[in-house]
């Protein structure tokens, strides 16, 4: 069994900054891609910035140039470094991590429980 836990989410003003986190724990044999994945309410849940696990990244564009995605793998986690946030990056964000549990089972790919993100003055 795996679990995503993310932390870091809360209410800032526009200009702010945040950093989620999220931490896979359990059953764990590598972790490939990892992902950020939002969602606005009355909208579908969208790719915010996506890291490979060999280190390439590639954003949405309506964040490029303020959020940062990285990862350390050491601790199975991933970050998200949100600045300048504006009022319409309010939402709910997700981690997504594609998990191989064992050597013989395939990835798996596993969602955290989302962190609210609210912008607002």
């Known amino acids: 069994q795996v679990q995503l836990v993310e932390s870091g989410g809360g209410l800032v003003q526009p200009g702010g900054s945040l950093r989620l986190s999220c931490a896979a724990s359990?059953?764990?044999?590598?972790?490939?891609?990892m992902g950020w994945y939002r969602q606005a309410p009355g909208k579908e849940r969208e790719l915010v910035a996506h890291i490979t696990s060999g280190g390439n990244t590639n954003y949405a564009d309506f964040v490029q140039g303020r959020f940062t995605i990285s990862r350390d793998t050491a601790k199975n986690t991933v970050y998200l470094q949100m600045n300048s946030l504006k009022p319409e990056d309010t939402a709910v964000y997700y981690c997504n991590m594609n998990i191989k549990p064992t050597p013989w089972l395939t990835l798996v790919s596993t969602w955290g429980q989302g962190t609210q993100v609210t912008v607002s003055s």
């Open positions: 359990g059953t764990i044999f590598s972790i490939s891609a």
